[in-house]
T-cell receptor
Framework: AAGVIQSPRHLIKEKRETATLKCYPI?????VYWYQQGPGQDPQFLIS???????DKGSIPDRFSAQQFSDYHSELNMSSLELGDSALYFC?????????????FGPGTRLTVL | EDQVTQSPEALRLQEGESSSLNCSYT??????LFWYRQDPGKGPEFLFT???AGEEKEKERLKATLTKKESFLHITAPKPEDSATYLC??????????FGTGTRLQVFP
């Protein structure tokens, strides 16, 4: 079965640079979620989109922004990168209209800020 | 405040030695409790969703149960390939999943 696709899988940036992470949800899924997982920590919710509209917001820094496009893929834009932004970034997707709340996660993008 | 606590933090089992992982939670308006398996450097893999107290679900050697305050993940006759971190998460009134810090399971042959 098709899964969530994330690109790139690995990204190395310098401090103060910008980064763009992409997420392609499972086909027919209409909701996308972004999470950040630091080393040895649990995933922390950043933001979610349903039908291209922001539906919920968590602990996402003002330096980060995200959007969902008409084909349901999503991009997380990160500016003025800091060392503390180094983490695994996961995208998850779900089908809101299914009535079930399962979120299926992608393989993640490992961001390293030097 | 919504919160999830998992215990133990780490668990070492001999192959075939059954055990249980605990997930205690407090949440406003539980919409679902989720169990995931995560291997190092990989994304969480969905295992189960439980929606109401008394519900149980099974998959191979795993069985998840739910009460009003906690959930258990029972592992029967585990194999080395069951070694992973098991994450519990709850969903309340918003979209976000609130995760516990996980239980690192190691199964030795």
């Amino acid at each position: 079965a098709a899964g969530v696709i994330q690109s790139p899988r690995h990204l190395i940036k310098e401090k103060r640079e910008t980064a763009t992470l992409k997420c392609y949800p499972i086909p027919r899924h209409d909701t996308v979620y972004w999470y950040q997982q630091g080393p040895g920590q649990d995933p922390q919710f950043l933001i979610s989109f349903y039908e291209k509209m922001q539906s919920d917001k968590g602990s996402i820094p003002d330096r980060f922004s995200a959007q969902q496009f008409s084909d349901y893929h999503s991009e997380l834009n990160m500016s003025s990168l800091e060392l503390g932004d180094s983490a695994l970034y996961f995208c998850a997707s779900s089908l809101w209209t299914s009535g079930h709340n399962e979120q299926f996660f992608g393989p993640g993008t490992r961001l390293t800020v030097l | 405040e919504d919160q999830v606590t998992q215990s133990p933090e780490a668990l070492r089992l001999q192959e075939g030695e059954s055990s249980s992982l605990n997930c205690s939670y407090t949440v406003s308006g539980l919409r679902g409790l989720f169990w995931y398996r995560q291997d190092p450097g990989k994304g969480p893999e969905f295992l189960f969703t439980l929606y109401s107290a008394g519900e149980e679900k099974e998959k191979e050697r795993l069985k998840a149960t739910l009460t009003k305050k906690e959930s258990f993940l029972h592992i029967t006759a585990p194999k080395p390939e069951d070694s992973a971190t098991y994450l519990c998460a709850v969903q309340g009134l918003g979209d976000k999943l609130i995760f516990g810090t996980g239980t690192r399971l190691q199964v030795f042959p």
